[in-house]
């Protein structure tokens, strides 16, 4: 089945750095998702790409869609603490009845110190 | 994600018995999903619902998993005779059209359904 490789698997960082996490597939997606998980939570969605090559941002956290449709990266500026959490990508296809049969990555596991 | 409710939101079951766990997808979704989390894993598709109809159940179990979506009421996955592999979180998610063809559409998810398997 398809897999998607996720990295890095977890992150340390100071309160104000930038995080940069990818994600990387030997299958083509038509949809590349990120969410971010909370303990004891579902996945949240972050944000969506529908198109290879897209680039989208949704207030300090931007992604692309990349251009092979193979691979996505999620970057996240000034980290604060609340950015606490683990983030997974999720490589989506649209057609037959793969609609909404995402693929998830490992997850990055988030850590920011004040 | 608020707008689709999962219950119970933790549920203990002995070896053997059943697990019954409850979605009801957002307004207006009529597109239900199924994914399964272990611990420390990432989520895994198993089963997709239309009312009344499984169009994709490639990821659930053969045997002891069973899900439905009846015309009315929630969507309900069903574990019998658990055993303790089956302990995981289990997320119901919806969505509006059958495809991701545009930003309007999208898959959103519950907070979960937690099974500790004893």
């Known amino acids: 089945g398809q897999q998607l490789n996720q990295s890095p698997q977890s992150m340390f960082i100071q309160e104000g750095e930038d995080v940069s996490m990818n994600c990387t597939s030997s299958?083509?997606?038509?949809?590349w998702l990120w969410y971010k998980q909370e303990p004891g939570e579902g996945p949240v969605l972050l944000i969506a790409?529908?198109?290879?090559?897209e680039l989208t941002s949704n207030g300090r956290l931007t992604a692309q869609f990349g251009i092979t449709r193979k691979d996505s990266f999620l970057n996240i500026s000034a980290s604060i603490p609340s950015d606490v959490g683990i983030y997974f990508c999720?490589?989506?296809?649209?057609?037959?009845?793969?609609?909404?049969?995402?693929?998830f990555g490992q997850g990055t596991i988030l850590t920011v110190h004040p | 994600n608020a707008g689709v409710m999962q219950n119970p939101r933790h549920l203990v079951r002995r070896r053997g018995q059943e697990a019954r766990l409850r979605c009801s997808p957002m307004?207006?979704?009529?597109?239900v999903y199924w994914y399964r989390q272990l611990p420390e894993e990432g989520l895994k598709f198993m089963v997709y619902?239309?009312?009344?109809?499984?169009?994709?159940e490639s990821g659930m179990p053969k045997e002891r998993f069973s899900a439905e979506f009846p015309k009315e009421g929630p969507s309900i996955l069903r574990i019998q005779q658990v055993v303790r592999g089956d302990s995981a979180a289990y997320f119901c998610?919806?969505?509006?059209?059958?495809?991701?063809?545009?930003?309007?559409?999208?898959?959103?998810f519950g907070e979960g359904s937690w099974l500790t398997v004893v």
């Open positions: 998610a919806s969505s509006t059209l059958a495809g991701f063809v545009h930003s309007g559409n999208t898959i959103y």
């Open positions: 299958s083509i997606f038509n949809t």
């Open positions: 790409l529908y198109k290879a090559g």
């Open positions: 999720a490589g989506g296809s649209a057609g037959g009845t793969s609609y909404g049969k995402l693929t």
């Open positions: 307004k207006g979704h009529s597109h």
């Open positions: 619902l239309q009312k009344e109809n499984i169009i994709d």
